[in-house]
Nanobody
Framework: QVQLVESGGGSVQAGGSLRLSCVIR????????IGWFRQPPGKEREGVAS????????FYADPVKGRFTISQDNGKNTLSLQMASLKPDDTGMYYC?????????????????????WGEGTQVTVSS
């Protein structure tokens, strides 16, 4: 099992940057997919970015490609999301999540139903 705690959310103006962090506790030895998801106001949760810890392969949703960067730090104990050129559409609650160990199917890298462990979320608000 893993426990996930997010931090780093806040309010910024469009064009600004934020860095989200997720501290991972528990089983950090087995390779798995870990990622960031968000839920905009009044909308369903959607995948933002993920990484497979075994290979470092990253996955990004089209709306954030070229603007967001996911990375793993501190010997796999911290997952970060560097967000740049933020837009009002990036507003939402951001969640860190982890799948069960194993490579699995990469096509599910940004599918929230495939993730078992979730943090409580951190709010990101981008004003125009």
């Amino acid at each position: 099992q893993v426990q996930l705690v997010e931090s780093g959310g806040g309010s910024v103006q469009a064009g600004g940057s934020l860095r989200l962090s997720c501290v991972i506790r528990g089983d950090t030895y087995n390779d798995r997919y870990i990622g960031w998801f968000r839920q905009p106001p009044g909308k369903e949760r959607e995948g933002v970015a993920s990484i497979y810890t075994g290979t470092g392969r990253t996955f990004y949703a089209d709306p954030v490609k070229g603007r967001f960067t996911i990375s793993q730090d501190n010997g796999k104990n911290t997952l970060s999301l560097q967000m740049a050129s933020l837009k009002p559409d990036d507003t939402g609650m951001y969640y860190c999540a982890a799948r069960e160990p194993g490579p699995g199917y990469s096509g599910y890298a940004l599918v929230s139903d495939k993730y078992t462990y979730w943090g409580e979320g951190t709010q990101v608000t981008v004003s125009s």
